[in-house]
C-alpha cells in the first residue's frame, strides 16, 4: 500500500482500535501519511506524542482536544497543529470523523 498512487476508500480494512475509534491508514509514502480516524460519542484519544508533525481536520462532529496542555472545543472545518513531540489528545463530545496528515509516515501504522 506504501507509495499507491490510487488508494480506494472501499479497498482499506478499518482497523478497530477498541473504545469507539476506528482507524484507516489511506495514501502514503515515507514523507506524509493520510489517515482516518472514526470516533463514536465519548471515545477518547488518549494524551500521546510522538516524533511527528501531525495535522488534523475535523470532517464532521465534535471534539474537545488538548494540545500541549491548552483545551478547545473544534467542530467541522476546523484544523489542529500537533508539532514533533508536543503531548495532545482528545474526547469525542459528537461522533465525528479526523482526518489526520502525519510527516513522516507513521511506521507503527502500517506492517509493510
Not at 86 to 97: A, K, P, T
Request: glycine share 8%; charged share 25%.
Amino acid at each position: 500500500m506504501k507509495d499507491d498512487r490510487w488508494v480506494y476508500y472501499k479497498d482499506v480494512q478499518p482497523e478497530d482500535q477498541g473504545n469507539g475509534v476506528v482507524r484507516r491508514v489511506l495514501a502514503y509514502n515515507s514523507e506524509v501519511m493520510t489517515v482516518e480516524n472514526r470516533f463514536q460519542k465519548g471515545a477518547i484519544g488518549a494524551l500521546h506524542h510522538h516524533p511527528h508533525t501531525q495535522i488534523t481536520y475535523v470532517v464532521s462532529g465534535k471534539f474537545e482536544f488538548e494540545i500541549d496542555g491548552v483545551k478547545n472545543v473544534v467542530t467541522a472545518g476546523d484544523t489542529l497543529l500537533k508539532t514533533d513531540g508536543v503531548e495532545h489528545g482528545c474526547v469525542c463530545l459528537e461522533e465525528g470523523i479526523l482526518l489526520d496528515i502525519f510527516t513522516p509516515y507513521r511506521e507503527d501504522f502500517v506492517t509493510d
